[in-house]
């Protein structure tokens, strides 16, 4: 008999989420770089995928105003990474879709991000769209500004 993997998706609190962060997002980097400026702001949420009591993806999500494109409820996603052992197993997939829906309950119209160049494909596989040219966010890569609409 094979057993069947536990799998939840589920709001958490950012300190759970910050050691996937630091090995996926920040390697080598200080631990303190895992913190964002707005993860304790009212309406800030953090989503995790959750395997047999293991987080194998997250992304954070806040409200903030796109410089790119027209919205009436903008919100950024930061954060999102899967560890390396469980990435294309369509954990970050079933995040992404469980997070469309949070955001619709909060009247979110755009959801947008950076994103890195590895990322891009997925994003575009979840509906995201690029806007304008690669630009590099200093100690961390090169990236495109990606947009969803919600």
């Known amino acids: 008999m094979i057993a069947q993997l536990q799998v939840e998706i589920n709001k958490v609190d950012a300190e759970k989420i910050k050691p996937l962060r ?3 997002l920040r ?5 303190s770089t ?6 304790y702001e009212e309406g800030t949420f953090h989503m995790a995928c959750i395997l047999d009591g293991k987080i194998v ?8 105003t796109s410089m790119k494109i027209k ?17 294309r197993k369509g954990y970050a997939r079933n995040l992404m879709v469980e997070s469309f829906k949070e955001l619709k309950k909060s009247d979110c119209d755009i959801l947008w991000c950076n994103a890195r160049l590895g990322a891009v494909n997925f ?3 979840v509906g995201f769209k690029i806007i304008g040219e690669l630009f590099d966010i200093e100690a961390i ?8 609409e919600i």
Do not use: V
Not at 57 to 64: D, G, L, R, V
Not at 141 to 148: F, I, N, R, S, T
């Open 22 to 24: 630091h090995s996926e």
């Open 27 to 31: 390697k080598g980097q200080d631990f």
């Open 34 to 39: 895992t913190s964002y400026l707005k993860d």
């Open 57 to 64: 993806t997250c992304a954070t999500f806040y409200a903030q």
């Open 71 to 87: 919205s009436n409820n903008a919100y950024r996603l930061r954060g999102m990474a899967t560890d390396s052992n469980f990435q």
């Open 123 to 125: 994003y575009k596989s």
């Open 141 to 148: 890569g090169p990236h495109y500004y990606m947009y969803k």
